[in-house]
């Protein structure tokens, strides 16, 4: 499937879920947001049926957890449990990710980019200390979570760093790019449950967090055929 004929029709389901965000239209939502990662996942089999490696497998694994966070998530207002159990499975999809971003080195030839350049670890070691020191003080009994899900969450993004140089450009560049929005899109979440009301909160942590697994999705593809992914 073409981009153009994907976003063609995926275009008007985020368009759908931004409005009711916006709007505060929960039919919207719930009628809507159930449909983008789905989607997505299925633009991601379209395009890699014919070479289903590991690597797609992985990433198609995080897509679908992601999809059983973001309806879970839907009923977070209902009790702590909900928001708790979304996390869960968000923090498996980002395990899955992290799988994947290390099975697309994992054969190729050369020494990991982290290795010869280790201080490129010092903006994502600081990204995490302001993330969850920022949230610390008003997470209670959330602490530990949080600081597990933070942790994990910066970690996807260093493994997706990692790979530069050993996997196409333009996958590297995708999946980057869609770790980095993830972080951001959860940023928002937080501060806004956790902190501070977040004016139209939902539009900007939707259009991050689509925008996030878009990237990812297309990385995916992209990778395709490289000596990474082969199973």
Known sequence: MTRKRFWTWFAPLV???LIGQLLDLKALEYIFKPLLVPALLLYLYLNTRDDVSAFVRLVMGGLILSWVGDVVLMFSDRGELFFAAGLGAFLVAHLLYIAAYVRSVSRTAGVAF????PLWLLPF?????????LLYPA???M???VLVYTATI??????ALNRWGRVPEASFRLILW???LFILSDAILAIDKFLVTVPHAGVAVMSTYVAAQYLIVEGGIAQ???AGGVP
């Not at 982290?114 to 350049?117: E, I, Q, S, T, W």
């Not at 070691?125 to 020191?133: A, D, K, P, R, S």
């Not at 910066?154 to 493994?159: D, G, K, N, R, S």
């Open 15 to 17: 368009a759908g879920d």
């Open 143 to 145: 602490r530990v979570p």
């Open 178 to 180: 869609g770790a980095l």
């Open 139 to 141: 997470l209670g009994a």
């Open 114 to 117: 982290l290795r010869r350049r």
């Open 154 to 159: 910066v970690l996807m993004a260093v493994l």
């Open 125 to 133: 070691g600081l990204l995490f200390v302001g993330i969850y020191g």
């Open 224 to 226: 395709r055929g490289a």
